[in-house]
């Protein structure tokens, strides 16, 4: 497994409260990556991280064995591409400029915008499925509609690596497989895909490399199929479960035992 992203015992903190200790981790290229576990588990501050947004106390992250801190910032938005969990669009923006706002690590001073500039927008938007929403203003679309905007600005970028917290928050349980089908299509592709996903099931179906998070920490990593158990679940989700084959793909699917009452 080659890796171009890393971390090596990372400390990461916001203020007084740490949040992981001596964390590291290799990302696996031309792969998708997915990172679970529990609420406020560390998995964001994690995405955060590396991408450079949060400076670790302690530890490093490397890019292509270079500390993310010491690139510029257009150099390394043209290989990080981030879509945060809760982004804020300028009040009045269009969906058309928004999208092309991923364009920006690609234009020089002039900032002159070009005929594959306006290619790599068009494709983002019809990939992201809100081609027909171009003009609208983004204040006046629902979560979901704005949700797959967001996406679309990240693939107008295009950033060989993308890190996306939690995609699939507001989307619709179509439109969530078609996001996550578009990303093990990138995947396919040479691209390398990290995302923090709340479903574990569709995380075993799309992800073909699995970080398991608990209380800052990395409990379990590699092909799902090899690590997803009932005993990772307990341990990780306190969730009683028992693993089938999911009749779709064979990947592994947590069935929850728990009773209600």
Avoid at 159 to 168: A, G, I
């Amino acid at each position: 497994m080659t890796a171009r992203l890393t971390a090596r015992d990372i400390t990461l903190r916001y203020g007084e409260r740490v949040v992981s200790t001596r964390l590291s981790l290799d990302v696996p290229d031309a792969a998708f990556t997915a990172i679970v576990g529990p609420n406020a588990c560390g998995k964001s501050t994690l995405l955060r991280a590396l991408v450079r947004l949060l400076q670790p106390a302690d530890g490093q992250v490397t890019f292509d064995g270079r500390e993310v801190g010491d690139y510029p910032g257009k150099a390394l938005a043209k290989q990080l591409g981030f879509l945060p969990q809760d982004p804020l669009a300028p009040e009045d923006i269009k969906v058309r400029q928004l999208v092309g706002r991923g364009r920006f690590p690609h234009q020089g001073l002039l900032a002159l915008w070009s005929a594959q500039d306006e290619r790599a927008v068009t494709r983002a938007m019809a990939a992201s499925g809100v081609s027909e929403l171009a003009d609208r203003p983004v204040q006046e679309l629902s979560g979901g509609q704005r949700q797959r905007v967001w996406m679309a600005m990240v693939l107008a970028q295009q950033t060989p690596y993308l890190l996306l917290d939690e995609p699939t928050s507001f989307l619709d349980i179509t439109h969530q497989y078609q996001l996550l089908g578009l990303l093990a299509g990138l995947r396919d592709e040479g691209r390398t895909v990290i995302a923090v996903l709340h479903d574990i099931n569709q995380a075993c179906r799309f992800a073909d490399h699995l970080i398991a998070m608990r209380d800052g920490r990395v409990v379990a990593e590699g092909d799902p199929s090899k690590v997803v158990d009932s005993a990772l679940i307990k341990e990780v989700f306190d969730l009683p479960s028992i693993i089938v084959p999911d009749p779709v793909t064979d990947t592994p699917m947590v069935v929850p035992t728990l009773q209600g009452d």
